[in-house]
T-cell receptor, first 111, second 115 residues
């Protein structure tokens, strides 16, 4: 079946690193994605990783993929107040562009 | 260049009514996908359209339908509205059916409230 699970809430201090975790079930997913959603806004693609990779770094963002355990994580270095948002993990499924999203992790950054 | 345009931005309807939501993809994009995001949950796939044909359908009742026009814009229709249809409806624009989701851009969404 298709299912993506995430922890619902994370609170960090400004300047610390944030790590958001996700597990997925569809081992045939070729790409895994991280999206950001700010209040009242649509979805913004933050980064993604191809399934044959273990790690991808993009400026302050690091994505780690453990394909054996079907575990994906997003690390945000030097977290800022502007990073406060809901972060969604997603996998593609099926022969078309269907995305399966987790319920989202709300990241709260405090001074 | 305009991004993905959805209209209206907000809408209030009564149970049993019908609603039409609209999406204009990015210029040059030929595929549109629709997602429903209920408060507190992640988006759920409803439909994908490419070249005016339905290419994928999620697990939604027949009250939900959509179509794509020759200019690649799309409408999502929901009949016999239920309270549970209250959600943010998101449209995603892609260059084509075979395009990677990394090339998908989402609109700001239409917030539908059913009372």
């Amino acid at each position: 079946g298709e299912d993506v699970e995430q922890s619902l809430f994370l609170s960090v201090r400004e300047g610390d690193s944030s790590v958001i975790n996700c597990t997925y079930t569809d081992s045939s997913s070729t790409y895994l994605y991280w999206y950001k959603q700010e209040p009242g806004a649509g979805l913004q693609l933050l980064t993604y990783i191809f399934s044959n990779m273990d790690m991808k770094q993009d400026q302050r963002l690091t994505v780690l993929l453990n394909k054996k355990d079907k575990h994906l994580s997003l690390r945000i270095a030097d977290t800022q107040t502007g990073d406060s948002a809901i972060y969604f993990c997603a996998e593609n499924a099926g022969g078309y562009n269907k995305l399966i999203f987790g319920a989202g992790t709300r990241l709260a950054v405090h001074p | 260049d305009a991004g993905v345009t959805q209209s209206p931005t907000h809408l209030i309807k009564t149970r049993g009514q019908h609603v039409t939501l609209r999406c204009s993809p990015i210029s040059g994009h030929k595929s549109v996908s629709w997602y429903q995001q209920v408060l507190g949950q992640g988006p759920q796939f409803i439909f994908q359209y490419y070249e005016k044909e339905e290419r994928g359908r999620g697990n939604f009742p027949d009250r939900f339908s959509a179509r794509q026009f020759p200019n690649y814009s799309s409408e999502l229709n929901v009949n016999a509205l239920l309270l549970g249809d209250s959600a943010l409806y998101l449209c995603a624009s892609l260059p084509g059916q075979g395009a990677r989701n990394t090339e998908a851009f989402f609109g700001q969404g239409t917030r539908l409230t059913v009372v």
